[in-house]
């Protein structure tokens, strides 16, 4: 805790002079340059692949309208510390998330679509009551005292990004949208704010037993639930579930350090899943994990990163996964 508090837990010294109120001054340290470079390195390529999928599209340009407003909605929530800028970051990849499910303007998109926003609303009502509570010292910009009931309805909403139960329906269900749409949500923008949010402003203190709980029953659902799904897309989300459930857990029990690489990992190894994956579905037309067998031979690249990605994730030796593994138990002796 004490190397979390040197290395990222300090503001500049604008921030800390409450008298200012400057509610739009940006923070610039270590954790939100290397979070915000994720984000557009991850960006970078799923446009670069979105260019190939929507290439004879007519609402290609929409889509990348889209995906550029929900990227800069999880920069302005990285970026402006003070709770108006969380709110306004926060509701904007709410929105955008929105209208990214229900691009292809269907049934099935619009009813997942309503599931996103409706447990994504809840968030954001709670992130307006902690800026409420806040009120009462006069202004919502003391971010860096968060205390109390603030602190607990911060950490309540951050499950409700992340999915966590009994929020978690609506991660699999945003598998209506378009291939790059899931690369982005599942790896370094939607899902990774709840959790930016508990390393950035450190509640789990008050909220850490309900945390843990929490995460422990989220990591086993979507643990279990991925072997009886048939949605290779879904299979992969409910994947991320697990992840999340673990990155939940991690945090909550003090190891914030760690939970950081975790994130950055995991985001870098889920995105070429799902940018593999969507390839493989591009390809087939076929979204069913029992037609995709076969692919190392008509699609040997896909199946390549799909395969070392995989194997990463799941802890084989010689991959990135075993030192995170090895660091998470370690630090529990």
């Not at 400057?22 to 340290?29: A, H, K, P, Q, S």
């Not at 990285?78 to 209208?99: E, N, Q």
């Amino acid at each position: 805790m004490n190397y979390w508090n040197e290395k990222f837990g300090y503001w500049n010294e604008g921030c800390k002079d409450k008298s200012k109120n400057n509610w739009f001054d940006m923070l610039v340290d270590i954790l939100s340059m290397s979070f915000i470079s994720l984000v557009f390195l991850i960006s970078s390529c799923v446009f670069f692949y979105s260019s190939s999928y929507m290439a004879k599209d007519e609402t290609a340009s929409r889509l990348m309208f889209l995906m550029i407003v929900f990227i800069f909605s999880m920069i302005s929530l990285i970026m402006f510390p003070s709770l108006l800028g969380v709110i306004l970051g926060w509701d904007g990849l709410g929105l955008s998330s929105f209208l990214l499910v229900v691009f292809f303007q269907n049934h099935r998109s619009l009813s997942s679509g309503v599931i996103t926003a409706l447990s994504n609303r809840i968030g954001d009502g709670l992130l307006i009551v902690a800026m409420g509570v806040n009120l009462e010292n006069g202004t919502w910009w003391s971010v860096f005292e968060l205390s109390g009931s603030v602190s607990v309805f911060i950490g309540l909403a951050s499950i409700t990004k992340s999915a966590q139960v009994p929020f978690c329906a609506w991660l699999p269900a945003a598998m209506a949208a378009p291939t790059p749409v899931s690369s982005l949500v599942h790896s370094s923008t939607l899902v990774t704010a709840g959790v930016y949010l508990l390393l950035r402003y450190s509640v789990v203190e008050e909220v850490s037993s309900f945390l843990m709980a929490v995460s422990s029953m989220t990591m086993v659902l979507g643990g279990v639930s991925a072997l009886f799904e048939e949605d290779v897309k879904k299979v992969v989300a409910l994947s991320t579930l697990s992840q999340l459930g673990m990155m939940i857990f991690v945090v909550s029990v003090g190891f914030k350090l760690i939970c950081l690489f975790h994130l950055y990992m995991h985001a870098l190894l889920k995105a070429s899943l799902f940018l593999g994956v969507g390839s493989l579905i591009h390809c087939r037309r076929e979204q069913k994990i029992l037609f995709m067998k076969g692919g190392i031979i008509d699609s040997p690249g896909s199946s390549s990163i799909i395969m070392i990605s995989c194997a990463a994730l799941s802890g084989i030796p010689f991959f990135v996964w075993v030192i995170f593994k090895s660091f998470n138990f370690s630090s529990f002796y």
